[in-house]
Nanobody, 126 residues
């Protein structure tokens, strides 16, 4: 399984970024996908994810209304995270992750995701 995240960078508060995750080595539609972030010294946080069972989406309270997860399995297997109205507290390394076995009640638990890509740094200046 290979997950390649990109799109991070430095942006001012109120700005936007779009993260991308290229997925290979799996049957894309058989996996739930997520974006998970970590600030050094703090716990990892599942920012957003999709459930493979019904296609429903999950958002952490901290990003609801600002972030949108989407995917493209028609042309190439990619997962995106559109981040709008960015805040300094969104500064973190953002990882994409995949799971074939995560259950709905565990979508927000970082340890439930068994495949991780390398992270991409998002820095929001005030």
């Amino acid at each position: 399984v290979q997950l390649q995240a990109s799109g991070g960078g430095l942006v001012q508060a109120g700005g936007s970024l779009r993260l991308s995750c290229a997925v290979s080595g799996i049957t894309f539609d058989d996996y739930a996908m997520s974006w998970i972030r970590q600030v050094p010294g703090k716990e990892r946080e599942v920012v957003s994810c999709t459930s493979k069972s019904d296609g429903s989406t999950y958002y952490a309270d901290s990003v609801k209304g600002r972030f949108t997860i989407s995917s493209d399995s028609n042309t190439e297997n990619e997962v995106f995270l559109q981040m709008n109205s960015l805040k300094p507290e969104d500064t973190a390394v953002h990882y994409c992750a995949a799971s074939a076995r995560v259950i709905a009640s565990q979508l927000g638990v970082p340890s439930s995701w068994e495949h991780w890509g390398q992270g991409t740094q998002v820095t929001v200046s005030s």
